[in-house]
């Protein structure tokens, strides 16, 4: 049987020879891990461990841009009372403000770093940053690089990161499981040691080494067959940290987005929510504005409303898609601002300057997570969770448009100023014997299709059953299926040699299970989960979150 996937305990007969240690370890490479990694060089060593190419993140993918304060007619309080608005009664409300406060700060930092936002001539001869509007935001707050500024987050990010001493990129390494003093057995404090990394490259398992561990993982969107997401969210730091016994919570507050792009082919392409701020419509076959019937806010009202109204619409017509209409705006100006999604409709025969684009909602955003404060910490000692992975409570029950990038680039520098007041003076991480990862007698996987076919199972039935409208019933299926397909993944992850494939779909199943044991839990409608069991919200037993323990 292989050894530490039993987490077994230290083994002085096999002390490692070589062990790599660093100050820090930073688990994802998107807005969050990279500025936590830019700051923290200048304090110690830092690793970073992300499984596919630096830039291949959810941050990359971002188009609307990220939220903040930055303009005379706007004010924290205004930005605060929105996203309370938004997350339906379970923001709490000192770490909204926080963050929010701390967002011109974090802005400024980014521009440091060579990010460039788009501005606008004010006419005196001065320029301004020009200021997008999404869903649920009262004012003009997001700052934005046409519509792909998560691109140029990350572009400028990661130049600036190659300039920067004391970082080790270690792309093609995929994180496994946390290294906790618990699972190992040491008679210490519990708290987390380190990693280990599947090198995908050579095959083997490494150990890394921190008393610091950052998880910037980002969400999860995968585990649905309609997703936004790209495809490395797999869910993969919530289901290492719950693996290793960390507070999870609110997991079932998952965001749908409106308007991803209905296409035979391209099936995750998100069509921005800074068009509707720019005055798109969402409409039906007969351009009808159906959405002003469910909320006089209409295309604009907080995604939660108007996905649920698109999803409530298909299902009374049985039309596979409603549309995205921004004909009433000249061309030039659609092409000039959302230049990316101009060009990729256009290349798939729809003109968004004559036509309206078919959208349809899919999973976008992990409002929940890893359970911790507005400093990042975690429930285990040594262990930091930032952006989507982590549930601050910043996004309650719905988050608002553009408030995720925001949160990645503030609390990454209150993680860190949390980590360098924390660390413990004995260094376990170093000091401790740590046991190597043992295979055991494993072989190749001999069947890549029961992967693949898992893999489809869980996306297609967590869409069927637990996605915009969910019933006690659908949820009750979900999870009987989810129990078979985790004895099943579980035994092939103990038989065979572990490969990215199969750590996904370990994860994936997860987090799927976390997902539908908390929306099972929560007996009312609030926010992102609906059920149509309990259609009312009910803030005298529920207004609060869903947290999971494992033990
Ligand atoms: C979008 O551009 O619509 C996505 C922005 C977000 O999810 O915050």
């Not at 009664?89 to 930092?109: K, N, Q």
């Not at 999604?341 to 909602?361: K, Q, R």
Request: overall charge negative; proline content about 4%; hydrophobic content about 40%.
């Amino acid at each position: 049987m292989p050894g530490n996937r039993r987490n077994a305990r230290a083994d002085p007969a096999r002390l490692p020879i070589t062990m790599k240690t660093h100050d820090f370890i930073v688990v994802g490479s998107g807005i969050a891990g990279l500025s936590f990694a830019l700051r923290a060089a200048k304090h110690g060593s830092v690793a970073i461990v992300t499984k596919k190419g630096a830039a291949d993140t959810n941050t990359a993918q971002a188009q609307g841009g990220i939220a903040c304060v930055r303009s005379e007619e706007d004010s924290f309080d205004r930005h605060v009372a929105d996203t309370l608005d938004a997350g339906a009664g379970l923001c709490p409300e000192d770490v909204v403000r926080t963050i929010v406060s701390e967002g011109p700060r974090a802005i400024d930092e980014l521009i440091a770093w060579g990010v460039d936002f788009d501005s606008r001539e004010t006419g005196d001869g001065e320029t301004e940053l020009d200021l997008g509007r999404e869903g649920g935001h009262t004012k003009r707050r997001i700052l934005h690089s046409k519509d792909t500024t998560g691109r140029e987050i990350e572009t400028k990010l990661l130049a600036a990161l190659r300039e920067t001493e004391n970082v080790t990129l270690l792309e093609r390494h995929f994180a496994i499981d946390l290294i906790t003093t618990a699972r190992l057995g040491f008679a210490t404090p519990p708290r987390c040691v380190g990693i280990y990394v599947l090198n995908e490259d050579s095959g083997e398992v490494e150990t890394l080494r921190s008393d610091r561990v950052v998880l910037c993982t980002g969400g999860c969107g995968r585990v649905y067959i309609y997703t936004t997401n790209p495809s490395v969210a797999t869910g993969d730091g919530v289901a290492m940290a719950w693996r290793a016994g960390v507070e999870v919570a609110n997991m079932e507050f998952v965001q749908f987005h409106p308007t991803c792009l209905y296409h035979r082919e391209v099936k995750s392409f998100l069509i921005t929510e800074a068009m509707r701020g720019e005055g798109a419509i969402l409409v039906d076959q007969d351009r009808r504005d159906f959405v002003k019937e469910y909320d006089p806010r209409g295309s604009l009202a907080p995604r939660d409303i108007v996905a649920r109204a698109i999803d409530r619409e298909l299902k009374r017509t049985g039309r596979p898609c409603v549309y995205l209409d921004i004909t009433h705006k000249p061309k030039d100006f659609i092409a000039e601002r959302f230049p990316h999604i101009y060009e990729t409709c256009l290349d798939l025969g729809i003109d968004a300057a004559t036509e309206p684009i078919p959208v349809v909602p899919a999973a976008h955003y992990q409002c929940g997570g890893v359970r911790t404060d507005v400093n990042g910490a975690t429930s285990l000692a040594g262990l930091w969770a930032v952006g989507e992975v982590a549930c601050t409570g910043l996004h309650g029950a719905n988050r608002l448009a553009s408030n995720s990038l925001l949160e990645g680039a503030v609390v990454s520098d209150r993680a860190l100023r949390d980590a360098l007041a924390k660390r413990p003076p004995s260094k376990p991480a170093e000091t401790l014997k740590l046991p190597e990862w043992i295979s055991g007698n494993v072989t190749d996987v001999d069947e890549l299709v029961v992967i693949y076919h898992n893999w489809d199972e869980i996306r297609r039935l967590m869409w069927d059953y637990v996605s915009i409208v969910r019933t006690s019933k659908r949820l009750q299926r979900a999870a009987t299926r989810l129990q078979n397909l985790q004895r099943e993944v579980q035994e092939f992850y103990w038989n065979f040699r572990v490969t990215p494939e199969l750590l996904e779909l370990r994860n994936l199943v997860e987090v799927a299970s976390l997902i539908v044991d908390s929306a099972a839990r929560r007996r009312e409608s609030r926010g992102l989960h609906y059920t149509l069991d309990y259609p009312e919200t009910d803030d005298k037993n529920w207004r609060k979150d869903t947290i999971l323990r494992r033990f």
